[in-house]
């Protein structure tokens, strides 16, 4: 096994990395910018070197100086975590050039994935189900009128590069098209650095389907079933859950066979997300996540697998020592994501001091978070601070247990969502399964009156 691994990430999936190794006797090195040099996973680390000034650019996407520190410190491998540079195909193929292990796919099978409209024609190859569109990049404005009107109004624009929901207009019809194509390149210039588009028929009334993949470098390639991950705002993931209430055994068998079918296809190797959005009993894939998810910690919770270590191991080039066959879900599982932001003003970001903190706990409750009390969240970074899970024996119960540890999630010094999260757990619509991406946008005005 490893001796020592680098965690190219702060927060919480760096703290969360950081607990892996230690219960596999690894020694971590973290890495950190000048703003987080008091932050957890600093203090938690074997070692802790600073790559940089508070900004991304200069620190956590600083390929030189994370490689420089890797090397200086011993460390044999680095895990990306998710976010910064989880899906950066050069620091991938830079870390194979040093001879050290990055703890996630082929640089190439990033490259591959990383751009969503090869992504679709890799899919096609592989008769994978894709949402009606392009079949690749749009050049142009006059080209892509053409195209949606082939396909029919509404179409969506979106960026070849990146995620998180940025450079995606939506246009209802060609008079709308100019803007919303501009619209969509501009932000993926600013987001990705690259301004390529890809069409795809917008789709309305959806749920967000994602199987986690795990794959050895063996040819061994398994899923771990599925998450919802439909209750979304802005293109932001705001509440997930494992499994979903809107598959039947037969459509959770038929969507996980096709998600290891992908997977296979591209010999993808380590932890994956294959994402579709589902219609009835239609589903469609829309991208592959080559790294591991936020809400990762739904599937360890309904599964009993830490994703986090079946990464380390098969990074290390040990077999996976799990069949299909051994995959039960067993329980409901939700994730809530607890924000640093204020809801009543359009969730802007508040970073500040954390005067007083209390987690929940007790039977089936987990919090993954960067917070203690005295901790000054910057404003630099993500407004994410924490993800509250629990594990019920079905949905009500999983529901009642998120309620009840939500009222006992105390962080003092920050304002946060958590009542908006409890706002959308007591909503009607939210208990009976009747909504779907676009739910919170639509509702967002009533939601918020509730909201205290």
Do not use: W
Not at 382 to 406: F, P, Q, T, Y
């Amino acid at each position: 096994m490893f001796n020592k691994i680098l965690i190219a990430n702060r927060g919480e999936i760096a703290i969360r990395v950081i607990r892996a190794c230690k219960e596999l006797a690894i020694k971590t090195v973290a890495i950190y910018s000048t703003a987080d040099k008091d932050s957890l996973h600093v203090l938690l680390a074997d070692e802790a070197i600073c790559v940089g000034s508070e900004k991304s650019i200069d620190s956590y996407l600083n390929v030189e100086n994370i490689i420089s520190t890797a090397v200086s410190t011993g460390a044999e491998a680095i895990h990306p975590g998710f976010g910064f540079l989880s899906e950066n195909s050069h620091f991938a193929r830079v870390c194979s050039e040093c001879g050290i292990k990055f703890i996630g796919p082929d640089s190439e099978v990033i490259d591959l994935m990383g751009n969503k409209s090869k992504a679709r024609e890799m899919m096609i190859e592989a008769k994978v189900p894709v949402v009606p569109g392009s079949e690749g990049e749009i050049q142009n404005i006059e080209e892509g009128i053409l195209i949606a009107e082939e396909i029919g109004y509404p179409i969506l624009i979106k960026a070849s590069s990146g995620g998180g929901g940025r450079g995606m207009r939506v246009a209802n019809n060609s008079s709308e098209f100019k803007a919303a194509f501009n619209g969509a390149k501009l932000e993926a210039k600013n987001a990705f650095g690259d301004d390529a588009v890809y069409l795809e028929k917008f789709v309305a009334n959806l749920h967000h389907i994602e199987f986690q993949i795990l794959a050895d470098e063996h040819g061994r390639v398994i899923h771990l079933g599925e998450r919802d991950c439909s209750l979304q705002r802005r293109n932001q993931k705001v509440i997930e859950e494992s499994p979903s209430f809107c598959l039947s055994e037969q459509m959770r068998e038929k969507m996980g066979k096709t998600a290891v079918r992908a997977a296979k296809f591209i010999k993808y190797k380590n932890a994956g997300t294959i994402e579709f959005l589902v219609s009835g009993e239609n589903y469609y894939f829309i991208e592959m996540n080559t790294r591991i998810q936020v809400e990762h910690t739904i599937t360890e919770m309904v599964t009993g697998i830490d994703l986090i270590k079946e990464q380390i191991k098969i990074a290390y080039g040990q077999k996976l020592n799990i069949q299909q066959k051994d995959i039960v879900l067993r329980g409901h599982a939700i994730e809530c994501r607890i924000n640093a932001e204020n809801p009543k003003a359009n969730f802007r970001p508040t970073p500040g001091k954390v005067s007083f903190l209390h987690v929940p706990n007790g039977f089936g409750i987990r919090f993954d978070s960067l917070l203690y009390s005295g901790y000054t969240l910057s404003p630099y970074y993500d407004s994410m601070v924490g993800k509250l899970i629990v594990l019920g024996e079905n949905r009500v119960e999983a529901i009642k247990k998120m309620r009840s540890a939500l009222s006992e999630l105390i962080i003092e010094g920050l304002d946060n969502n958590i009542n908006f999260l409890q706002v959308l757990l007591y909503d009607t619509n939210f208990v009976l399964g009747k909504f779907d991406t676009s739910f919170i946008e639509r509702h967002l005005e009533e939601l918020l009156k509730k909201y205290e």
